[in-house]
C-alpha cells in the first residue's frame, strides 16, 4: 500500500516528535548551563547570518562577553526565521570553541600519513607561492592549479576564492553544482530562469504540494507558514519515497517509486484534462506548446498507466488531481533531491506544467517553487581580479585565452583526464570533495597523483586528511559578510562578533597574504589587493540596485536588522517571463537544441540492475549539513553512529536483524554500516544519510557512480548528479 493518511502515523509522527523533542531540550539545557546573563552590562550583542548551504539562511543575535562568544540566538527582526535557529545553528558556539578546530597552518608529510607539524603563516605563504611559480615556470601557465569551490560558506566576500585564482593567471576551475542544476535548466527552460515565490506567502495556499522535500529537518522556519495556511484550511499533501518527518506531519502522504515523480505529475495532468479542469484561458494566454502538450497527454498517458509507473493507486492520483485543480490558489515546492536522477530535470518540467494547466503560476498561495537567486545581485568585487599580464590559458571557442572549466561532478574523473597541461595542484576551500564526491576510491587516487595540495577548512575533514598543507578558515562569528537566500527574500548583514581565533584567517585575508608573498618572489606574479579591512571588502559588494532593492541608503543601515527585498510576494505575477518567446515555454527549443525533449513528455527512469537489486538513497541528514555540524560534541551524542534504514521484509530476505553490521556494495566499491530496520522505506530501497563523522571512515559515496542527471549544463555549466540513482546489494557483514 503506498498511501497513509495522517491518523495512520501516530507512531512514526511521535517517534520522529519524541526524538526532535530530545535533542532540543539537551541542546537548550546546555546552552543555559553555559550561557551569561544577556543583560549582564559586559555583554554585547552583534548581527550575524548563518552562511551554510541551506534554504533558510537564519538570522542570528550573537552574544559575546569579554571577547568570548556565549550563545546564539534567532534575530526577531527576521521575517522569515523569527527569532528561531535549528538544533545545528543552536550548536555554533560549540563549533567555534571545539578542540578539534584547526588553529595554525599545517603541514603533512607525507601526504596521508596523518603526521602533521604547524608552521607559520609565512612558511605557508612561502611554500604554496613558491610551488605555484614553479608550476608556471614548467608548464608555461597557471593552468596546472585546478580550484575546487562550492557552498560551504555562502557568504558573499567568499567568492573572494574564485578572485584569488583569478589573480594568479587562468586556471583549470570545477564547474558545475552537485545541489540543484536539473531542476535550475528545467526551470530555466519553461520561465526563463528560476524565481520562486515568497515562502511567507504559502500563508495564502489553499493546497499545499510538498514534492520530494523534507522541510522539517531541511526548511524547518516555512512550517509556521504552512500551518498558517493549515489553521485557515489548507491541506498539506507530501509525496516522497521516504515517509520523512515531514510526511508524518502531512494530511496525506504518498509514497512514490524512486524517480516517478514525473508519471505522477502526468497522471494527475489527465485527470484535470479529462475532467476540463485545465485553466485554458491562462495556459493559453501565458504559453506557447501547451496545446501540443495536451495532446500528447491525451494520446499517451492513462491514469491506469500512471498507478503501475509509480506504485501510487489510481483513486489516489485522481483524488489529489482534483484537489490540486480545485483549490485556487495552490502551491508546489519542488525538493531538489527530486531531479538528482537521470530523468530528474524532466519530472521538474512536467510539475512546472502541472502548475501552468492550473493556472498557478503567478498567483499569490501558488507557484511551483523550487529557488531563486533576485537577491544576489551583489559586486562580487572580491571575485573580479584580472589576471597578471601575459597569462596563458585554455583556448576558448572565441580564441582568446580563458580558465579550463572541469566538471565538478565527476571530479576525480575529469582532473585526471587533463594532459595539455595536467592538473598537478589542488586548491579547495568550501567544499569537501573526499566526503561528498561520487566514486570516493577514484576521489583517493587522484589526490594521491597531485604534486600539492592545499586546503582552507576549520577541521581535519577526509579532503584535510589528503593535503599537504591546511589553512584554518575562519567561522561566520569572526568576519564580515553579507548572505542572500535562494529561498526567501531576505538579506541580512554578519557582522565580526569576536576577533579571529588562534591563527585563523578568511579567505579574503588568505589571498591578501598569497598576493604579497607572490609578489615578493616575482613581482606582477598575482593582482589580489593587499590592503583593505575586512569591512571595506564588505562594503564594496554593495551597488545601488541592492540599496534600492532594500529600501536603504547604506550597508551599515542592516546592522540595525535584516531587510526583505522590495519584491512581489508572487513570483511571475507581472507575466514577463524570461524565455526568448517572453511566455511559459511548454515547447522548448533551446531544450530541443540541447538534446532533449521539447515538451514536458515522460522519460524512463534509470533501470535496476539485475546483479544490485536494490536502490540505496543518500538524503540529506537532520543532525548535520552534508560534512559540516555532525562532527560536533553535541550531534554526536545525539546522532553517534550512521545507520542503514531496511524495509524488515527486506531485511528478512537477507538475514539480517536490528543492529547487524550490513555490507552495502556494488561493483564500484563498498561500505559497513549498521541497520536499523523501519517500515519509512519502501521493500526495495534503503536510505542512509550522508554525512561526515567524527574518527569514521563512513562515506556513502563509495558505492556511488559519477552519473549525470539530465539537465544543468545550460545554467550551472554541466549537468547535475544521479544522487539516488545508485543500485547496490546488502549482506550481514
Request: proline share 5%; charged share 20%; net charge negative.
Amino acid at each position: 500500500m503506498k498511501l497513509s493518511r495522517r491518523k495512520f502515523l501516530g507512531g512514526a509522527a511521535a517517534a520522529v516528535s519524541s526524538l526532535t523533542l530530545f535533542n532540543f531540550n539537551l541542546l537548550t539545557n546546555s546552552l543555559s548551563a553555559d550561557a551569561a546573563d544577556p543583560s549582564s552590562e559586559t555583554m554585547k550583542t552583534f548581527r550575524n547570518v548563518c552562511p551554510r548551504n541551506c534554504y533558510d539562511t537564519c538570522g542570528m543575535i550573537t552574544y559575546v562577553q569579554d571577547g568570548i562568544l556565549k550563545k546564539v540566538e534567532g534575530d526577531p527582526k527576521h521575517g522569515y526565521t523569527n527569532g528561531k535557529l535549528c538544533l545545528k545553528g543552536y550548536a555554533y558556539p560549540r563549533r567555534v570553541y571545539s578542540p578539534d578546530r584547526i588553529k595554525y597552518p599545517m603541514k603533512q608529510s607525507p601526504r596521508g600519513s596523518g603526521n602533521w607539524t604547524r608552521i607559520s603563516w609565512d612558511e605557508a605563504m612561502e611554500t604554496i607561492a613558491t610551488k605555484i611559480l614553479d608550476l608556471k615556470k614548467r608548464y608555461g601557465s597557471t593552468l596546472p592549479i585546478c580550484l575546487d569551490k562550492y557552498s560551504g560558506n555562502f557568504g558573499i566576500v567568499h567568492y573572494g576564492i574564485e578572485g584569488t585564482m583569478s589573480s594568479l593567471g587562468y586556471t583549470t576551475r570545477a564547474v558545475g553544482t552537485p545541489c540543484w542544476p536539473a531542476g535550475i535548466d528545467a526551470q530555466t527552460y519553461d520561465f526563463g530562469t528560476l524565481y520562486s515565490n515568497d515562502p511567507e506567502d504559502m500563508v495564502n495556499a489553499k493546497y499545499i504540494i510538498l514534492w520530494g522535500q523534507n522541510a522539517a529537518w531541511t526548511a524547518i522556519h516555512s512550517f509556521p507558514f504552512i500551518n498558517k495556511a493549515r489553521e485557515h484550511g489548507a491541506k498539506l499533501v507530501v509525496i516522497d519515497p521516504i515517509l520523512t518527518s515531514t510526511a508524518s506531519k502531512a494530511d496525506l502522504y504518498i509514497q512514490v517509486n524512486t524517480s516517478t515523480d514525473g508519471a505522477l505529475a502526468l497522471g494527475m495532468a489527465r485527470y484535470i484534462i479529462d475532467n476540463d479542469l485545465v485553466d485554458w484561458e491562462y495556459a493559453r494566454a501565458n504559453s506557447i506548446g501547451f496545446d501540443e502538450w495536451v495532446d500528447y497527454v491525451k494520446k499517451d498517458i492513462t491514469l491506469d498507466w500512471a498507478s503501475e509507473k509509480t506504485g501510487v493507486p489510481k483513486d489516489t492520483i485522481m483524488e489529489i488531481a482534483h484537489d490540486y485543480a480545485t483549490a485556487k490558489p495552490a502551491s508546489m515546492w519542488v525538493g531538489y533531491g527530486m531531479q538528482r536522477h537521470t530523468n530528474g530535470g524532466q519530472n521538474v518540467r512536467i510539475i512546472d506544467a502541472l502548475g501552468v494547466m492550473t493556472g498557478n503560476v503567478g498567483k499569490s498561495g501558488g507557484g511551483v517553487n523550487y529557488g531563486h537567486l533576485e537577491t544576489w545581485g551583489f559586486n562580487y568585487n572580491a571575485m573580479v581580479n584580472a589576471a597578471p599580464k601575459g597569462s596563458k590559458g585554455f583556448i576558448g571557442p572565441d580564441g582568446k585565452d580563458g580558465d579550463r572549466a572541469i566538471n565538478m561532478n565527476n571530479f576525480a574523473h575529469d582532473v585526471s583526464i587533463q594532459s595539455d597541461p595536467p592538473v598537478k595542484m589542488l586548491w579547495l576551500a568550501c567544499r569537501n570533495p573526499a566526503s561528498q564526491d561520487p566514486d570516493t576510491n577514484a576521489i583517493e587516487k587522484m589526490f594521491a597523483s597531485m604534486e600539492f595540495v592545499v586546503t582552507v577548512d576549520s577541521f581535519f575533514n577526509k579532503t584535510v586528511e589528503m593535503s599537504d598543507i591546511v589553512l584554518p578558515a575562519t567561522t561566520h562569528f569572526e568576519d564580515w559578510d553579507v548572505m542572500a537566500s535562494y529561498w526567501h527574500y531576505w538579506v541580512g548583514i554578519n557582522q565580526r562578533a569576536i576577533d579571529p581565533l588562534y591563527e585563523s584567517k578568511s579567505d579574503v585575508e588568505i589571498a591578501i597574504e598569497l598576493s604579497k608573498k607572490m609578489n615578493t618572489l616575482e613581482p606582477g606574479s598575482c593582482t589580489f589587493p593587499t590592503s583593505g579591512t575586512p569591512e571595506e571588502w564588505l562594503a564594496k559588494e554593495f551597488n545601488p540596485a541592492i540599496h534600492q532593492m532594500l529600501g536603504i541608503n547604506d550597508y551599515k543601515e542592516l546592522i540595525d536588522g535584516p531587510r526583505k527585498a522590495n519584491m512581489p510576494s508572487a513570483s511571475w505575477s507581472d507575466g514577463q517571463f524570461r524565455t526568448p518567446s517572453k511566455k511559459i515555454e511548454i515547447h522548448c527549443e533551446l531544450a530541443k537544441k540541447n538534446g532533449l525533449p521539447a515538451l514536458p513528455i515522460w522519460v524512463e527512469e534509470m533501470k535496476t540492475p539485475e546483479k544490485y537489486p536494490i536502490r540505496f538513497i543518500t538524503p540529506h541528514p537532520q543532525h548535520a549539513l552534508h560534512s559540516q555540524f555532525q562532527n560536533l560534541d553535541w550531534m554526536m551524542t545525539t546522532n553517534p553512529e550512521p545507520k542503514v534504514e531496511i524495509h524488515p521484509v527486506l531485511a528478512a530476505k537477507y538475514g539480517i536483524a536490528e543492529g547487524n553490521m550490513v555490507k552495502v556494495f556494488n561493483d564500484l566499491g563498498s561500505i559497513t554500516v549498521k541497520a536499523h530496520l523501519t517500515r519509512t522505506t519502501s521493500q526495495n530501497v534503503i536510505v542512509s544519510y550522508e554525512s561526515w563523522y567524527k574518527d569514521s571512515n563512513f562515506n556513502v559515496n563509495y558505492t556511488l557512480k559519477a552519473i549525470p542527471s539530465d539537465m544543468g549544463k545550460q545554467a550551472t555549466g554541466n549537468d547535475g548528479l544521479a544522487f539516488h540513482d545508485n543500485f547496490v546489494m546488502i549482506e550481514k557483514a
